[in-house]
């Protein structure tokens, strides 16, 4: 029964289930600025352990005759402090002192928190509220105040600071733990749990608790340093390790009123904590990533401005030079982009070319994957990068070379010359901003208009687009509209500057069926009123043949088929496109059968030799397993990548 | 928005409750008679009795409360055994400092921390960004109080810029310019370690906000990269960094308690220290409740803040 219940679980500690991954402790100590950490306490805690047995003066000793020796004084290599103790015997036991006292706090507060946010989460209801409430009134006082206010009470004393920072701390464990465990106990696998008639206790041991320990270790590893800290704080305040024990924070407090005169007594332990939270906040930071990969201490890669480009040498070099059609306003000539993640290249875009004409709609249709975003966002520079780069290829609009063209350029042309209409409306429109606001800042931005023209401007588009009452709508945030009006605004903002050339990607996927019908039909006809060419990216069969003159049917980063629409969907040439077709439902058909293509689109990092089809296709012979498979004319437009196709023709 | 104000207004109601129950309950957490441990080892057995009688402690828990929270409502938080005055006018004498040293910290550091995270996302993995890290684990893992002491070594007690400690001069002192010279150290100090903590946050918060999907479409629209920073991203990355701002609050409030204590400032940190060590607990009692109180509205106003700056709080 464990076992069946131990399969239903979910994977989330990626550390040990992937296999050929590194175990924690290697990734941990990979990272060199984490081992810095933990080879700083390596030492210090060694030095501390080995107190007892290091020839170390008594460290509660006095000796009024040599008090306040300078450090490197004879017998004193530290100095002594104000009645003449050694002050390397005191830093050492007091280090100790220090980071026993904050170790145990860390663990008494982790305990407890742990177990409230764990009752709180796994009875919910009244446990819940009584105990989170009880949390809340905690956190609702400047953290070292209520720690204060405790050791008023109990009187000052190390155990009663202790005792106070464990419970000014406790709210940290309670609620991160709560969380954690309230996304455990909804998966599948505790319900299959409690319905095997485990115990509480039982669940909470075997099924929970692996589960959240994580993030009581990342918890602990934020609050140590911080305990460490307030409590030589309160020691340092005359309320914590009382004289003549010696603890970091007291050996600290000792020294302020003698920095005038023996600035070393008070500056030396004031290293000693600095080193020993240096220390635990590098390690802290290294578990995190280690068990956290989302709250990476150096956080996710930002995008740049524009993609990164290879040089012209070694981007042209494959380019043939054949002879650009003059006619072209948008020409991609063999594009390659790729991304690099980890030690791995993903080559999402493998040698792309197509060309559009004035006014021209162009189509570029594809499973997910097969590279068709990529190479929109490629045309003006917005693939991410890092992880993205533009390895290979030019991109000639009007003849220039624009792939490695300045910034400044670029910003000219995009939203300018060439717009954009992305998938989702709700993640790509600002939250924050006004809708008119977004319209209008693209249009002072190219037209350098006024702020108020520009609004005006802004609310035609609006009502260009068919939004109701648009001047009142014009001051709504995006997610106060409908799915279907946000992506107009997304076409309001693409055609506002009379673009030449309108890239749409999926513009109407995140759609209702109905809406998606309005949506497309806005946007091709404000692309024929206003002359602009399209590019238009899709997985819909359906919706490309009605809008586009020519297809790109793309497969592993390339086009394997194109052609005029009609040429392509009537007389497919290539197996992909064949089977393609073959998934599209007709109306008034029920007798055709819909055949789903067995098996999955290759992976951009494990490209298979010859045709990326070739291990879904049914046709598939020897020849296709190996070597480069060229494009091939087998028509008047018609092209394939298809050694059939191009045998056929031959 | 308005009623989102409303609710929290009344979401305070209970949060300030619970404030008053933790505190109340410090004087049953002393070990033995209170009242004995308030007025100190040499009170006769009739002030105590008195003491007893006066807070209520000869009564059941839940009376005792009642009887305290309706002193505390009137403004009666008890008298000082030691200073021999209410304990409402020493914490309201010492309220105005205190505010003044937190608020500048919070000020300095809010505007330092904000400035610096947003260079280290933009020239992530720059050199910028390695100092501006190298800085920050620095700051975070400095004893604040130690960083006080250096400082006055270094400017007050070598260089003599500033003065040593206190918030004014004893003898003509008091004017802006007086006050804000002896108010440089201590909220530098005090700001440098709040500081450190927001640069990490915001830096956080920005590389997320850049790496949205709304970022990519204003530089589709061909914005420059200062707009799509400061505007696009930065507003949003603002939205998760005002709460930061309201812990940082509590943060400066108690750390005002170490600040207070290395520059003598008169403020209610100082205040705290020297009553527990007098074991005035009545005291003690009355300076966390009103500055709690008064994190409490701080917390409020970033809340507020928050909802101005993301339509989508109100209206959830």
Redesign the interface.
């Known amino acids: 029964m464990n076992v069946a219940i131990e399969k239903a679980t979910p994977a989330p500690e990626p550390a040990d289930t992937r296999a050929g991954r590194p175990s924690a402790w290697k990734l941990l100590t990979r990272n060199g600025v984490t081992s810095v950490g933990l080879a700083l306490l390596a030492i210090i805690v060694v030095i501390v352990l080995l107190a007892p047995v290091l020839p170390l003066a008594n460290p509660d000793a006095a000796d009024a005759v040599h008090r306040l020796q300078p450090p490197f004084s004879s017998g004193h290599i530290f100095g002594t402090d104000q009645v003449g103790r050694d002050i390397l015997s005191r830093l050492i036991w007091g280090t100790g002192v220090s980071l026993a006292v904050g170790v145990v706090a860390a663990a008494a507060a982790a305990a407890i928190g742990s177990a409230i946010g764990l009752c709180a989460a796994f009875y919910g209801r009244y446990v819940d509220m009584v105990l989170m409430?009880?949390v809340?009134?905690?956190m609702?006082?400047?953290?070292?105040?209520?720690a204060?206010?405790?050791?008023?009470?109990?009187?000052?004393g190390l155990l009663n600071a202790m005792f106070a920072i464990i419970v000014v701390n406790i709210p940290f464990f309670a609620r991160a733990v709560r969380g954690a465990t309230l996304s455990v106990v909804r998966a599948d696998f505790i319900a299959a749990a409690r319905l095997s008639g485990l115990s509480d206790l039982r669940i909470i041991a075997s099924e929970l608790f692996p589960n959240i320990l994580p993030t009581i270790v990342i918890t602990a590893s934020t609050t140590v340093?911080w305990m460490i800290?307030e409590t030589?704080?309160l020691s340092?305040?005359?309320?914590g390790a009382q004289p003549p024990q010696a603890d970091l924070?007291g050996m600290?407090g000792d020294?302020?009123n003698l920095?005038?005169v023996a600035?070393h007594v008070?500056?030396i332990?004031?290293i000693v904590?600095?080193l020993v939270?240096?220390g635990?906040?590098?390690v802290g930071d290294g578990l995190r990533d280690v068990l956290d990969p989302k709250l990476k201490?150096?956080?996710?890669?930002?995008?740049h401005?524009k993609t990164a480009v290879a040089p012209p040498d070694q981007r042209l070099g494959r380019l043939s030079s054949a002879p650009l059609d003059p006619h072209s306003l948008l020409s991609v000539r063999g594009l390659e982009t790729h991304f690099t993640i980890g030690r791995e290249i993903h080559r999402a875009v493998g040698g792309v070319s197509f060309a559009v004409k004035p006014g021209e709609a162009i189509g570029l249709v594809g499973e997910s994957g097969s590279g068709k975003t990529v190479t929109a966002l490629s045309i003006?520079g917005?693939v991410?990068t890092p992880p993205g780069k533009i390895v290979g290829g030019a991109i000639l609009y009007r003849g220039d070379d624009i792939a490695d063209t300045s910034?400044a350029h670029?910003?000219?042309?995009?939203?300018?010359r060439i717009?954009?209409v992305?998938q989702?409306p709700l993640?790509?429109?600002?939250?924050?901003?006004t809708v008119g606001e977004q319209v209008a800042?693209?249009i002072r931005?190219?037209r350098g208009l006024k702020r108020a023209e520009a609004w005006r401007e802004a609310v035609r588009l609006l009502e260009a687009v068919h939004i109701p009452d648009a001047a009142a709508r014009a001051r709504s945030?995006p997610?106060?509209l409908s799915g279907g009006q946000r992506q107009r605004v997304g076409i309001a903002?693409a055609v506002a500057n009379g673009p030449e050339l309108i890239v749409a990607d999926e513009p109407t996927t995140a759609l209702d069926v109905t809406t998606q019908a309005q949506v497309l039909k806005l946007l091709n006809e404000l692309r024929h009123e206003r002359g602009a060419a399209l590019v238009f990216i899709s997985h819909d069969v359906g919706v490309i043949a009605e809008l586009c003159d020519v297809v790109h049917v793309m497969y592993g980063g390339r086009i394997v088929e194109s052609g005029p629409v009609g040429v392509v969907f009537n007389s497919p040439q290539h197996p992909y496109t064949q089977r393609l077709l073959a998934c599209v439902p007709e109306l008034g058909r029920p007798e055709r059968l819909i055949q789903p293509i067995p098996g999955i689109p290759p992976a951009a990092n494990a490209l298979p030799p010859g045709c990326a089809f070739a291990p879904r296709c049914q046709l598939a012979e020897a020849r296709c397993r190996s070597g480069a498979i060229e494009l091939s004319r087998i028509g008047p437009d018609h092209w394939a990548r298809c050694v059939r196709a191009a045998a056929g023709n031959a | 928005m308005r009623n989102y104000i409303l609710r929290r207004l009344l979401l305070m109601v209970p949060v300030l409750f619970g404030i008053t129950v933790i505190v109340f309950l410090v004087i049953w957490l002393i070990p033995g008679d209170p009242a004995k441990a308030i007025l100190g080892t040499f009170a006769t057995p009739e002030n105590v009795a008195k003491l007893n009688h006066d807070l209520g402690l000869d009564r059941p828990l839940p009376v005792q409360y009642l009887i305290w929270l309706g002193n505390v409502l009137r403004g009666d938080f008890g008298r000082s055994y030691i200073l021999h005055r209410p304990v409402i006018d020493e914490v309201l004498d010492r309220l105005f400092p205190t505010l003044l040293l937190a608020g500048t910290a919070l000020i300095l550091s809010s505007a330092f921390g904000v400035l610096l995270g947003i260079i280290a996302a933009i020239r992530q993995n720059g050199w910028q960004d390695k100092l501006i890290t190298i800085a920050v684990l620095i700051g975070i893992s400095t004893p604040s109080f130690w960083l006080g002491i250096l400082l006055i070594f270094w400017f007050a007690v070598r260089l003599a810029w500033f003065p040593v400690g206190g918030m004014q001069a004893l003898f003509g002192g008091g004017d802006l310019v007086d006050v804000i010279h002896h108010l440089a150290l201590p909220a530098i100090t005090l700001a440098a370690v709040a500081g450190a903590v927001l640069v990490r946050l915001t830096r956080g918060n920005m590389l997320e906000a850049l790496r949205q999907d709304y970022v990519r479409t204003a530089r589709a629209k061909g914005l420059s990269e200062g707009r799509v920073i400061y505007v696009h991203a930065f507003r949003n990355a603002l939205v998760n960094i005002v709460p930061i701002i309201g812990l940082e609050a509590g943060f400066v409030l108690g750390g005002a308690v170490y600040i207070e204590t290395v520059f003598q400032w008169p403020g209610i940190g100082r205040m705290l220290v020297s009553a527990i060590s007098t074991r005035d607990i009545l005291l003690v009692q009355g300076g966390v409740l009103i500055v709690a109180t008064c994190y409490v509205f701080i917390n409020l106003l970033t809340d507020i803040v928050q909802c101005i700056l993301d339509p989508r709080i109100g209206q959830a």
């Open positions: 409430r009880g809340d009134m905690l609702a006082f400047p953290y070292l105040l209520l204060l206010a405790i050791v008023a009470a109990l009187g000052p340093g800290l030589a704080g340092f305040l005359g309320l924070g600290l020294g302020r920095i005038e600035p008070a500056t332990p004031g904590i600095l939270a240096i635990i906040n590098l201490s150096g956080g996710l890669a930002r995008a401005a003006l917005l991410a910034l670029l910003q000219e042309i995009r939203g300018n717009a954009y992305f989702d993640t790509t429109l600002n939250p924050l901003i800042e693209t931005r190219h945030y997610h106060e903002m």
